[in-house]
């Protein structure tokens, strides 16, 4: 009782409070993450792509069809942009002290999509899938810019 309890208010937590949660989360990752200007930049990729995959595909939240344990979304769901952005924190954070905390907090937040019901595990995955991609790609991206500056 007391698991599920402490479960749903930390899944709720972080469907509700978002736009408080998002900001503070990419401040403190920037005190903690080797790689700043890579991070700042996947950062508003993955927000961007998400968006535009989320049009592209348009696949419905499984909330549309069974009750969620918050309001249903009004927009698609695949990718997760909770799991994406969980997905870059933990990217960032490789090869630092950090990364032993922060992975299982963004498998936490990943799984609290789905424990809601607001996204199906694959759309989940999308979203982890999406952050490694952008990552991997801004970080290649940001080395060859300077590497020819040099």
């Known amino acids: 009782m007391f698991w599920d309890q402490s479960w749903l208010a930390f899944s709720v937590f972080f469907e509700t409070a978002q736009w408080i949660v998002l900001p503070v989360a990419v401040l403190a990752a920037l005190t903690i993450v080797p790689r700043r200007r890579v991070f700042l930049h996947a950062v508003v990729i993955t927000i961007v792509?998400?968006?535009?995959l989320k049009l592209f595909f348009q696949q419905d939240r499984p909330c549309v069809?069974?009750?969620a344990l918050v309001p249903c979304p009004a927009d698609f769901g695949l990718?997760?942009?909770h799991a994406a952005l969980s997905g870059l924190f933990f990217m960032a954070t490789l090869g630092s002290r950090w990364a032993w905390?922060?992975?299982p907090l963004a498998v936490l937040v990943a799984y609290s999509r789905v424990f809601l019901n607001v996204h199906t595990p694959e759309q989940v995955i999308a979203?982890?899938?999406?952050?490694v991609v952008v990552y991997l790609?801004?970080?290649l991206y940001v080395q060859r810019k300077?590497?020819?500056k040099k």
């Open 79 to 81: 990718p997760s942009i």
């Open 49 to 52: 792509a998400s968006f535009a």
């Open 101 to 103: 905390l922060v992975f």
């Open 146 to 148: 300077e590497a020819a």
């Open 127 to 131: 979203g982890f899938a999406l952050a």
């Open 65 to 67: 069809l069974e009750p």
């Open 137 to 139: 790609m801004t970080w």
